[in-house]
């Protein structure tokens, strides 16, 4: 069983492995392996005091890989999935495996949402700033240009891109808002007239 000290059983026996796959248990003889003198299987000598761990209280449904029959027993909670974003990651971890490239596309989706989300909670809240994800502050107050203009610096191609994906989604947002803004404020004069 998965977090305990008890070997899984092997699918096939070691003559059928063996028999299947060129050179497999190459290294079962111990005189071919260099680390038998110090090698010793003891549960004992690991220090836990538990067969299998306690589990962590679970707040909220969390992911679970469908590779695995249980969660683990402790997992992280700083990042509880919400929103659109965390709808996208359940989607990754019920529907595809961990060995599909889908699973993790899907993962690195729902950051670039989970960013926009965030970026909007903070607009609605009042509180928009699109200069500190730039990192423009610390530029101005810590020779951020001395710094750029140095010799040997490998990302110094790309550095004039890095302005345009920071602003690129504000620009279009406002222009967004300004267009629909513009376009009440027409519709409102035509029913007017």
């Given at each position: 069983?998965?977090?305990?000290?008890?070997?899984?059983?092997?699918?096939?026996?070691?003559?059928?492995?063996?028999?299947?796959?060129?050179?497999?248990?190459?290294?079962?003889?111990?005189?071919?392996?260099?680390?038998?003198?110090?090698?010793?299987?003891?549960?004992?000598?690991?220090?836990?005091?538990?067969?299998?761990?306690?589990?962590?209280?679970?707040?909220?449904?969390?992911?679970?890989?469908?590779?695995?029959?249980?969660?683990?027993?402790?997992?992280?909670?700083?990042?509880?999935?919400?929103?659109?974003?965390?709808?996208?990651?359940?989607?990754?971890?019920?529907?595809?495996?961990?060995?599909?490239?889908?699973?993790?596309?899907?993962?690195?989706?729902?950051?670039?949402?989970?960013?926009?989300?965030?970026?909007?909670r903070s607009a609605l809240r009042?509180?928009?700033?699109?200069?500190?994800?730039?990192?423009?502050?610390?530029?101005?107050?810590?020779?951020?240009?001395?710094?750029?203009?140095?010799?040997?610096?490998?990302?110094?191609?790309?550095?004039?891109?890095?302005?345009?994906?920071?602003?690129?989604?504000?620009?279009?947002?406002?222009?967004?808002?300004?267009?629909?803004?513009?376009?009440?404020?027409?519709?409102?004069?035509?029913?007017?007239?």
């Amino acid at each position: 069983m998965t977090y305990t000290a008890e070997k899984p059983p092997l699918a096939e026996s070691s003559e059928a492995l063996r028999a299947r796959i060129p050179g497999w248990g190459a290294d079962l003889n111990p005189k071919d392996r260099p680390s038998v003198p110090r090698e010793k299987f003891d549960p004992g000598l690991s220090g836990a005091g538990w067969d299998f761990p306690e589990r962590q209280v679970e707040r909220w449904p969390r992911e679970r890989s469908i590779e695995h029959a249980i969660l683990p027993p402790v997992f992280g909670t700083s990042c509880p999935p919400r929103g659109v974003s965390g709808a996208m990651r359940r989607l990754a971890y019920r529907r595809y495996s961990e060995a599909r490239a889908a699973h993790w596309l899907l993962l690195l989706a729902a950051d670039r949402v989970d960013v926009a989300e965030s970026r909007v909670r903070s607009a609605l809240r009042g509180h928009p700033d699109p200069v500190l994800p730039t990192g423009l502050r610390s530029e101005l107050t810590h020779r951020g240009l001395g710094s750029r203009l140095r010799q040997g610096r490998t990302d110094v191609v790309h550095q004039p891109l890095d302005a345009l994906v920071q602003a690129a989604p504000w620009v279009l947002g406002g222009l967004a808002v300004y267009g629909l803004a513009r376009a009440a404020r027409r519709r409102s004069s035509a029913r007017r007239s």
